[in-house]
């Protein structure tokens, strides 16, 4: 799997700047990445050294469209920190 296809769009809400804050940032990744795979692209790509990383399968919503009934997809979600005095510029707005 390529580095680029594994981080898929950052995360950006209230939540995800309340972390930013302390180091960790939030992105959508492949749901067949793993935790090294994601720590390997995050320093490949943004140039940065991770300490860690967590995930999570974020489940559907419902939702309904006029008479039907459905679910939003399912997404992974990837959390990884940073060392200190480090930051994506990305995010950064740089």
Not at 19 to 46: C, H, S, T, W
Request: some cysteine.
């Amino acid at each position: 799997m390529n580095y680029e296809q594994v981080l898929i769009r950052p995360v950006l809400s209230e939540k995800t700047n309340i972390l930013r804050e302390k180091g960790r940032y939030v992105f959508q990744v492949d749901m067949k990445a793993n935790k090294p795979l994601i720590k390997e692209a995050v320093r490949i790509l943004f140039n940065v050294h991770p300490v860690s990383c967590t995930t999570a399968i974020v489940a559907g919503k419902p939702k309904r469209q006029r008479y039907k009934k459905g679910y939003t997809s399912m997404w992974k979600k990837a959390i990884v920190t940073l060392s200190k005095d480090e930051k994506i510029a990305l995010f950064e707005g740089v």
